[in-house]
């Protein structure tokens, strides 16, 4: 007997790691925005640290990676919401969401590589 082989795993991975990101990292970047228009910005967030933080590789690396995943579980989140109230066409509805996060993630890396 032979095992199936699936491409699922490649799928769900991404999409299992941006739910993941998005969970853990979207309340601290609220709470933190939060405190910053109540004006109590800690000198770690100021502007300078921040773009020092976005103008290095790593920076540039860890950046992208939080925006590509939550553009990619949003994306597919998105989809099987439209379906659950009854947009069957799948293939069109795919194609849509994930063309938007498709150039979701050419602007982040565009605008990311702006930074010097």
Do not use: C
């Not at 709470?31 to 290095?56: D, I, K, R």
């Not at 990619?72 to 009854?86: E, I, M, P």
């Amino acid at each position: 007997m032979t095992v199936a082989k699936s491409n699922k795993p490649i799928v769900w991975g991404p999409f299992a790691a941006g739910g993941t990101i998005t969970a853990f990292v979207t309340p601290v970047l609220v709470l933190l925005t939060l405190f910053a228009a109540m004006g109590f910005v800690p000198s770690l967030l100021t502007y300078e640290n921040l773009h020092a933080f976005a103008a290095n590789w790593l920076g540039k690396l860890v950046i992208f990676g939080i925006i590509l995943l939550s553009l990619w579980h949003a994306a597919h989140r998105l989809r099987v919401t439209l379906h659950d109230f009854g947009i069957r066409a799948d293939t069109w509805v795919a194609i849509a969401v994930y063309f938007i996060a498709s150039l979701g993630t050419i602007a982040t890396l565009f605008y990311l590589l702006r930074i010097s």
